[in-house]
């Protein structure tokens, strides 16, 4: 696969779901702007990528590192945003700092942020996260919404961010620990991005509930 | 790319597919499967309610008829017996005239007492409670005779039993509203009452010879949606059809919810 053309779709995917978030939404809601924030970010972070790839010699892991952990955080801010329950909100927050603490530790011990990929803090990030979607997925499953599930933002978003991560999941720790073509991922990753992009941009356009 | 990679793709994408069909199908399934259940328990709610309301309704409008009742019957009834008695007391007249007059008027005095005290027992629920369906339906029937307005009729088929005190008395109700809207609307010189007890419940047909009615819902006055609205709380059925030959003909079918009843 070509990668101007991976680079390309990688960056208008999340641009996309940005500017449809931001102009064409017509279900505000209080946590839209955790979402054009994260959306933004994954917009900022391919191009910083893209950027320092064509025109430094900087290396990209340190970026690639920073996303591990911030994104995660403007996704568990979201969901905190989303949730009623008091309970669970306090243990988003824990499990935030949990994260956090979980980088720093990580770094301590393996002192290669400048060269390596912190596999270990993207798979505590991503378990937090499909805890927290299976949650709020729940939740929506007992609360009202339910009636009209399809038509709930919530839901979407929930269902983007389970679609890219739970199959990602397994693809990640089997190249953590195989050698394969790099080009393999850049093709599974793209088709996630794609899914998890539509289902953000179904959320923007078509959903009239929380 | 070489043949391992191009493998090594097409198992990476079949998993990846696979993983995200299963989760979709799950996930759906679950959630369609909450969907059905929360729509079920929503139309069981509001039914509940409804019934709920029909039931407050009910009860409102017994109590007044037992206030009226009671009125009826320690008031008016009393003042009666009291013009009764003192006419009875009066001292022979000189003249036959004045004592014709005087017994006349014991005579109709008479008959508006007895009618009082019946209509004071048809009113309230207590005496329904106590006389049983059947019983208090021939009284109302004997009543309606007895104001000649029409000749009406009562008959019974199968082995009648005690039904629920509370649904007898709706029944009851049901079935008052009915005769008042033969004698007021149906015209009619003739009215049938027929109970049909069965295993399972209770079958009541009543027809007249008058001019019909309009049966289509939207011309339902607020006598017949009571009707209705008594027969929704009853978990039972009505159905009201012009006969041919004239007048109309309402059945009504009663299902009893606790078989034990019938033993009661």
Known sequence: MNIYLYLALVLILPFSSLVISLFFNRNKTNYDLYLNLGLGYMFFNELLNLYIGVYTTLPQIPFANIYCLIFPLIIYRLFYNISNSEIFRKRIKFMAIGLMVFFIIDNLIQRDFFTNFQFHTYLVSTLILIYIVTVILLQIMKSDIIHEYLRSKSFWISLGLLLFYVPFLPVIITFEFMVVNFEIKNIITLFLIMVMNFCFIYASLWTKHR | ?264
Not at chain 2, 8 to 26: A, E, G, P, Q, T
Not at chain 2, 71 to 91: A, C, F, R, T, Y
Not at chain 2, 125 to 144: C, Q
Not at chain 2, 215 to 221: A, F, L, T, W
């Open chain 2, 1 to 264: 790319m070489d043949k391992t990679q191009v493998i090594y793709l097409i198992l990476f994408s079949v998993s990846v597919l696979l993983i995200m069909v299963s989760l979709v199908f799950v996930l759906f399934s679950v959630f369609n499967k909450r969907r059905m259940k929360f729509i079920i328990e929503k139309q069981e709610a509001e039914k509940q309610a409804e019934i709920e309301m029909a039931k407050i309704r009910i009860e409102n409008q017994e109590n007044l008829l037992k206030s009226i009742s009671w009125e009826l019957h320690d008031n008016i009834g009393q003042l009666l017996s009291v013009s009764k008695m003192q006419l009875s007391m009066l001292p022979e007249q000189p003249t036959d005239l004045s004592r014709k007059m005087v017994n006349d008027t014991l005579d109709v005095l008479s008959r508006v007492l007895e009618d009082v005290r019946s209509l004071s027992k048809s009113l309230n629920t207590d005496s329904v409670g106590f006389m049983g369906l059947v019983k208090a339906t021939g009284f109302e029937i004997d009543r309606l005779n007895r104001i000649k307005f029409l000749n009406a009729k009562f008959n019974i088929t199968g082995k009648p039993f005690p039904l629920k005190n509370d649904d007898e008395i709706v029944l009851f109700r049901i079935l008052q509203e009915l005769i008042s809207n033969v004698i007021k609307h149906a015209k009619a010189s003739e009215f049938e009452l027929h109970f049909h007890y069965a295993n399972n419940g209770l079958v009541i047909t009543a027809q007249d010879d008058g001019i019909g009615m309009d049966i289509s819902k939207e011309h339902y006055g607020i006598g017949l949606k009571n009707i209705v609205s008594r027969i929704k709380f009853l978990n039972g059925s009505i159905d009201f059809h012009n006969k041919n030959e004239g007048g109309v003909l309402t059945s009504i079918k009663y299902t009893i919810k606790d078989p034990d009843v019938m033993n009661a």
